[in-house]
Each structure stands twice: as structure tokens, then as C-alpha cells.
């Protein structure tokens, strides 16, 4: 026995298989705990409205503001932005947060005043941005309050934060139930339109990436004709040239244009989740 464990704390290689094994079985795990938790509604509701789009953008990245805010002007549409302290500038110069995309500029302060003046949203995403699931009940409080701390001291006033969004998406029931006792509205990234009987509580998205395609799109705005719902679009950066999670101002324009033709009403979330709760 002692042989055995001598040559294990020898082998630095099998150490690292093992945590690889360790952390790919986590993961695992995590992504079927995901599927399974909305079986579990925190904040059940039913769509009996006409059909809705909503427009989102997580990490707050500053082309999503700079050039992605301006294509939804431009349509009349507002967005809502889902912001987490530990992208502020000040925090990137000291630390490199779990999620960050290489070669991302995220948003200066500027920014997020001009986003609180405009009638644009803000939504929390965590101080730090790392998936609620791994956090214990504690930490993801302390992480809400420290993001609205943060964004108190920016702006100089108390917001009511009333939508949230899942880092990567990821929560379970316990987390799922926190979130929903603290906020209006929880996004997670599960593909999908919200009607019938949906969960406030984790609203199901579909991502503007580099998989998205105006064919996707046009699939979509044809099932809320013929069955109602609420489609939440949500994206990243928006750059000639973005990353994997982001999309380019041509196709965000596309998407806009095909959604200013189909008619449908267009609000932040905020807005929309509200209607459910009235």
C-alpha cells in the first residue's frame, strides 16, 4: 500500500490525468444538472401576450455598447445588459476573471454611466462571474451584494436590479430559488422561446454567435406567429472580427431588421418580465 502511493505522489502525469478526470466528470455533471433543473420552476408563469423579442448582451463587452447599442437605436429597440464588476477596468488590471475572452475590450465606466442615462437596461451578472452552481449559498449572496455595491458607487445611486443572468448559464435548484427570491426576471442560455407555462426563473435564450444564421432566426420569428412567446436573443461582443460568443454588426443588423419587419413588440427584459408579474 505504501509502495503504491509512493509511486502515485511520483508521477506527476497520473496526477494530472486524475484532476483532468476529476474536473471533466464536474462539468459533466454540472451540464446534466443543468438540463434537469428547469423540471424544477421557481417562478412559473403563462405567456398570454402577443408576441415579444428581447435583445441582451452579457459580460457588458464595449462593442456591444459602442456598436451594438446605436443598431438597436437606430430600430427603436432597447437592449438589456448584464454586467459583473470584475470585468470594471480597475479589476482586469490586477486579476483575469473566469469567462474572460482573450483580445475583448470590456466597458469603461463610461460606459455603464451612459448605458444608466440612456433607457437602455442593466442586469446583474455576479461580481465574479463564476458559475453559480460551483458557489454555496453565502458566496452568491455576497457576490450579488458585492456587484451591487459596485454599481452604487459607479453611478452614485441605488438601482433596482430587477434581471439576472446565469454565468455560462449554468444553475441548479438551490442557487435557481436564491436567484428568483432576489430578482424579476433569471436568464440561462438554454436554446428555446418562452411560452406556455414558462419559468421566470431561468428564460430560455438563443445565442447571436458564430453559429447564428438569418435562417435561425426567420425559424423562430415563424414559431412565435404561429404559437406566441417571448424570444430572447442574447450575444457577446459585436466586432468585425469576434470571438466564437460574439457576433459582427452585420448579422446584428440583420437580426434587427428582420425583427423591426415581423411586427413583434421589442422591450428589455425588465420591461417584458414585468407584464408577467403585474
Known amino acids: 500500500m505504501l509502495k503504491s502511493a509512493t509511486l502515485h505522489n511520483r508521477c506527476p502525469h497520473r496526477r494530472h490525468l486524475d484532476i ?20 424544477w420552476p421557481a417562478r412559473p408563469v403563462r405567456f398570454n401576450r402577443s408576441p415579444l423579442v428581447s435583445f441582451t448582451f452579457d459580460d457588458f463587452c464595449h462593442s456591444a455598447w459602442s ?25 482586469l488590471a490586477d486579476t483575469t476573471p473566469f469567462g474572460t475572452v482573450d483580445g475583448i475590450r470590456y466597458y469603461d465606466l463610461d460606459d455603464l454611466v451612459e448605458l444608466h442615462r440612456s ?22 449572496t455576497d457576490s450579488l451584494d458585492t456587484n451591487a ?19 455560462q448559464g449554468f444553475a441548479n435548484a438551490r442557487t435557481k430559488r436564491l436567484c428568483a427570491a432576489r430578482f424579476q426576471s433569471c436568464r440561462g442560455t438554454l436554446a428555446g422561446i418562452n411560452s406556455g407555462w414558462f419559468d421566470l426563473a431561468q428564460l430560455k435564450a438563443v445565442a447571436l454567435n458564430e453559429r447564428f444564421a438569418i435562417a435561425d432566426l426567420q425559424r423562430y420569428l415563424d414559431q412565435l406567429s404561429r404559437r406566441g412567446g417571448w424570444l430572447i436573443l442574447f450575444g457577446h461582443e459585436v466586432e ?34 414585468a407584464s408577467f408579474r403585474a
Not at 437596461?121 to 458559475?131: D, F, L, P, S
Not at 452604487?152 to 433596482?160: A, I, M
Not at 428582420?258 to 413588440?265: T, W
Open 20 to 39: 483532468r478526470r476529476l474536473t471533466n466528470q464536474r462539468s459533466l455533471l454540472e451540464r446534466i444538472e443543468q438540463r434537469l433543473t428547469p423540471y
Open 67 to 91: 456598436t451594438g447599442a446605436p443598431i438597436l437605436d437606430a430600430a427603436g429597440f432597447r437592449g438589456t445588459y448584464y454586467a459583473a464588476s470584475t470585468f470594471a477596468p480597475n479589476n
Open 119 to 140: 433607457d437602455h437596461e442593466i442586469g446583474c451578472h455576479t461580481a465574479g462571474h463564476r458559475r453559480v452552481s460551483r458557489l454555496s449559498s453565502a458566496e452568491l
Open 149 to 167: 455595491r459596485f454599481l452604487h458607487e459607479v453611478l452614485g445611486e441605488r438601482l433596482r436590479l430587477d434581471s439576472f443572468a446565469y454565468p
Open 240 to 273: 468585425p472580427e469576434p470571438s466564437k460568443w460574439g457576433c459582427t454588426p452585420k448579422l446584428l443588423s440583420a437580426v434587427v431588421d428582420a425583427v423591426a419587419r415581423s411586427g413583434f413588440e421589442v422591450d428589455t427584459v425588465g420591461r417584458v418580465a
